[in-house]
């Protein structure tokens, strides 16, 4: 299971950070990824931190703005978003992934607003 | 990055019908493609991993094909727990992509 927490509202320019609490399988091997859909909008996905934790890829759209990260002791995996804008506006999910994306949180909405 | 597009954007059919769905790759992904369920207020939910490998508790009524550029999802007899949009996803190069999705909907 996978638990997302950290969204809400928050203002052009300003931080956020996510959350994303896994249990029912050992985080530390996996990789983890997150991905957020836009209201009307399809998927995208954003960033990936590999299961040992040595790298890190990111979309063009939020490469330098987002970082993702880990903590396996906490069994979470964290989105920093910074400078965040407009159409950061989504509903955030987490999902586990090694060949595939086969687990899924219930996702948690940023809404960027001023 | 890798552009997938996904063909039609709308299927407009009945249940019991069958559906094909087509995603298109501007390279090559090799097998590395997936495909995902998604209706509103639920997360998205994997159907389909590796072109054609069905995910645990998925009915065999969904199928997938093609390597390469060109894929197709095929829900052999719509059900009316079907009507959704799908999404294609390749996780051969970063960063990973997802398509634009198809819209499955009640005719």
């Known amino acids: 299971q996978i638990v997302e927490s950290g969204g809400g509202v928050v203002q052009p320019g300003r931080s956020l950070r996510l959350s994303c609490v896994a249990s029912?399988?050992?985080?530390?091997?996996?990789?983890m990824h997150w991905v957020r859909q836009a209201p009307g909008k399809g998927l995208e996905w954003l960033a990936v931190?590999?299961?040992?934790?040595?790298?890190?890829y990111y979309a063009d759209s939020v490469k330098g703005r987002f970082t993702i990260s880990r903590d396996d002791f906490k069994s979470t995996v964290y989105l920093q978003m910074k400078s965040l804008r407009d159409e950061d506006t989504a509903v955030y999910y987490c999902?586990?992934?090694?060949?595939?994306?086969?687990?899924w949180g219930q996702g948690t909405m940023v809404i960027v607003s001023s | 990055e890798i552009v997938l597009t996904q063909s039609p954007a709308t299927l407009s059919l009945s249940p019991g019908e069958r559906a094909t769905l087509s995603c298109r790759a501007s390279?090559?992904?090799?097998?590395?493609l997936a495909w995902y369920q998604k209706k509103p207020g639920q997360a998205p939910r994997l159907l389909i991993y590796?072109?054609?490998h069905r995910a645990t508790g998925i009915p065999a009524r969904f199928s997938g094909s093609g390597s390469g550029t060109d894929f197709t999802l095929t829900i052999g007899s719509l059900e009316p727990e079907d009507f959704a949009v799908y999404y294609c996803?390749?996780?051969?190069?970063?960063?990973?992509?997802f398509g634009q999705g198809t819209k499955v909907e009640i005719k």
């Open positions: 999902a586990r992934g090694a060949t595939r994306l086969d687990i």
């Open positions: 029912g399988f050992t985080l530390s091997s996996f990789g």
């Open positions: 931190i590999l299961y040992d934790g040595s790298n890190q």
């Open positions: 390279q090559s992904v090799s097998g590395y």
């Open positions: 590796d072109a054609s």
């Open positions: 996803h390749q996780r051969s190069t970063w960063p990973q992509t």
